[in-house]
């Protein structure tokens, strides 16, 4: 009986999944400023993708050169825009390629680093300390000195005895540090200092107590991931303002910085809610494709928040701080997608198919696992007749490997190429040399230039570090 049930059910959120898919439609592949080519193929700056795979090896990372460039250019235009001082920086762990990271810097955006690597990284791009800001919760003592060294922007503080550690570098130093809070109004999250408890409160009377030292220059919350609309940093961003309300009236001390962290989505990749991740893990339900509409322009995002910093500041009386806004996903998700070869295509028990390929999620497309990705072939005219489903494996052995779980797809053959969509956002980030070397990531040129932002790891390469080798 309850056999029956389970199938029942389970066939219903089947049904209802492969509807979704049916009536999202054809992947528009402009929405990531790519086109389809005279032959049906995939291309990005005129040049066929096809022709990439020969030439770099498969699997591969491809990087939108001119994508890119729009991208991070209307963020930062349109926080620009919002007023004195405003500005953003990209949060490198989202894509953390130097090649990449060069192209952001280009256009403006600074460096919002999480890690001592992320910081020297920084560093060695010659971002300068202005446009730093650093996160985090394992600051090295020594991450410490060259950030004070650097004149960070702000080392956000994210809980109490961090502020005696600084403030010991600095006085050490003999140099002042600049500092934010990270304020921490979710209590699901071990992120930043308790705002209701009076904990956070407590750490800026403690500042102000090393203020010979440390200056508190910035206010800093990270709430959201990939959200479509302003409202949860509007919220958040009111929240944050009575907060430097209480502190002005407490402290008497102005704060430059409003920092509403990261979170800004994209309209082409979305994360699965509870009950979606839940079905697609029990069932193997794709859930319903994020729609493509139901996304604010980043100018309005960028005015709707700069218009509560000055609605509550009028309100409370407060002097309008600049915004910061520490982007990742908007700014890199769409310029860069992932391609990948189908090895076979096997009918196994009941006549599930399996399409088995040379990614997968243990080692390269792990963001798939909660997160809705377009994944089509590149190699052909996508039509929605003739629609197989396919469980889309990697290589690794085991059954943990998968890319996408019941996805419908044309018919695939040996030696077909997927393009899966938003690998801009954590997919290098997250990926591992899990058996296999890593593969290379390139940049596209709009002329059509191909240029090697990072070489195929070599067997060689995965042993480097290794005394014993022979
Ligand atoms: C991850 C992170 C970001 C960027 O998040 P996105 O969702 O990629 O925009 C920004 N700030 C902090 C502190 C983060 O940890």
Redesign the pocket.
């Known amino acids: 009986m309850r056999q029956i049930l389970f199938n029942a059910v389970r066939e219903y959120f089947f049904r209802r999944s492969l509807r979704f898919q049916q009536r999202a439609g054809l992947p528009d592949v402009g929405a990531w400023g790519l086109s389809i080519n005279e032959k049906g193929h995939l291309a990005v700056g005129g040049v066929d993708t096809l022709d990439l795979l020969p030439a770099y090896g498969s699997p591969l990372l491809v990087v939108n050169r001119r994508k890119l460039l729009e991208d991070a250019t209307a963020i930062q235009q349109a926080v620009k825009r919002c007023g004195q001082g405003s500005r953003v920086v990209y949060?490198y762990?989202?894509n953390c390629i130097p090649g990449i990271l060069k192209e952001i810097h280009g256009v403006g955006i600074g460096a919002?680093v999480?890690s001592p690597y992320e910081l020297w990284l920084a560093e060695q791009l010659k971002v300068p300390g202005e446009e730093i800001v650093y996160?985090g919760v394992n600051k090295t003592e020594e991450s410490l000195v060259r950030a004070i060294e650097l004149d960070a922007l702000a080392i956000n503080i994210d809980n109490l005895p961090e502020i005696e550690r600084i403030s010991a570098v600095a006085k050490r130093l003999k140099k002042r540090a600049r500092v934010g809070i990270r304020l921490g109004f979710q209590a699901k999250s071990q992120f930043g200092l308790d705002v209701d408890s009076g904990e956070a409160l407590e750490a800026c009377h403690r500042i102000r107590r090393h203020s010979d030292w440390l200056d508190l220059n910035l206010v800093h919350f990270?709430v959201a991931?990939?959200v479509k609309e302003s409202g949860t940093h509007r919220h958040f961003a009111q929240k944050s303002l009575e907060f430097m309300h209480a502190i002005k009236a407490q402290l008497g001390a102005a704060i430059r910085y409003l920092d509403v962290?990261?979170?800004?989505g994209v309209p082409t990749s979305k994360n699965m809610s509870g009950i979606e991740y839940g079905l697609y893990r029990l069932f193997g339900c794709l859930p319903k494709p994020p729609d493509l509409e139901a996304f604010e322009d980043i100018n309005t995002y960028a005015n709707s928040v700069n218009e509560t910093l000055e609605e509550s500041c009028a309100r409370l009386n407060l002097e309008k701080p600049a915004l910061i806004m520490?982007?990742?996903?908007?700014v890199t998700s769409r310029c860069e997608f992932l391609l990948s070869t189908v090895l076979a295509v096997k009918a196994k028990h009941r006549g599930t198919k399996y399409a088995i390929t040379d990614a997968g999620r243990l080692s390269l497309t792990f963001p798939c696992d909660f997160e809705y990705h377009t994944i089509f072939p590149a190699d052909q005219q996508v039509s929605l007749q003739d629609r197989e489903i396919y469980q889309v494996m990697g290589r690794i052995c085991t059954s943990a490997d998968w890319m996408a779980k019941n996805l419908s797809l044309p018919p695939l053959r040996e030696g077909d190429v997927l393009a899966t969509m938003d690998a801009g956002?954590y997919f290098s980030s997250y990926s591992s040399n899990f058996a296999f070397p890593r593969p290379a990531i390139v940049m596209v040129e709009e002329n059509g230039e191909v240029e090697v932002l990072r070489k195929a790891e070599s067997f060689e390469h995965l042993v480097s570090l290794d005394t014993v080798q022979q």
Do not use: D, L, M
């Open positions: 949060s762990k989202t919002e999480i996160n990270c991931s990939n962290g990261g979170g800004v520490e982007p990742g996903r908007f956002a």
